[in-house]
Nanobody, 125 residues
């Protein structure tokens, strides 16, 4: 079993930055593709960014390309999401997810079998 715990959310003005962290328990973290998703009130959970198990391959939703960067430190069992130039439409609960069956990340939420509880990000205009 793997437990994922997100941190780093908060309230920020438009144009500001935040860095989210997702700490994972378990020795097999380095074998998992990881992803970040977000869910706004009344909306579906959507893919934000994903990273391969080794960290060499990353993918992003079009809405965040050029503003967000996903990274991971397997020695620390942690994945990060650096968010710059934040916009009010980025407001959502951000969730970290782990895929134990694939080395490369997917944008499909159903592929991920481990999820954190989420951290709230609020961007004011």
């Amino acid at each position: 079993q793997v437990q994922l715990v997100e941190s780093g959310g908060g309230l920020v003005q438009a144009g500001g930055s935040l860095r989210l962290s997702c700490a994972a328990s378990g020795r097999t973290f380095m074998n998992y593709a990881m992803g970040w998703f977000r869910q706004a009130p009344g909306k579906e959970r959507v893919f934000v960014a994903g990273i391969s198990s080794g960290g060499g391959s990353a993918s992003y939703a079009d809405s965040v390309k050029g503003r967000f960067t996903i990274s991971r430190d397997n020695a620390k069992n942690t994945v990060y999401l650096q968010m710059n130039s934040l916009k009010p439409e980025d407001t959502a609960v951000y969730l970290c997810a782990g895929d134990s069956r694939r080395l490369y990340s997917s944008s499909y939420a159903t592929y991920y079998d481990y999820w954190g509880q989420g951290t709230q990000v609020t961007v004011s205009s």
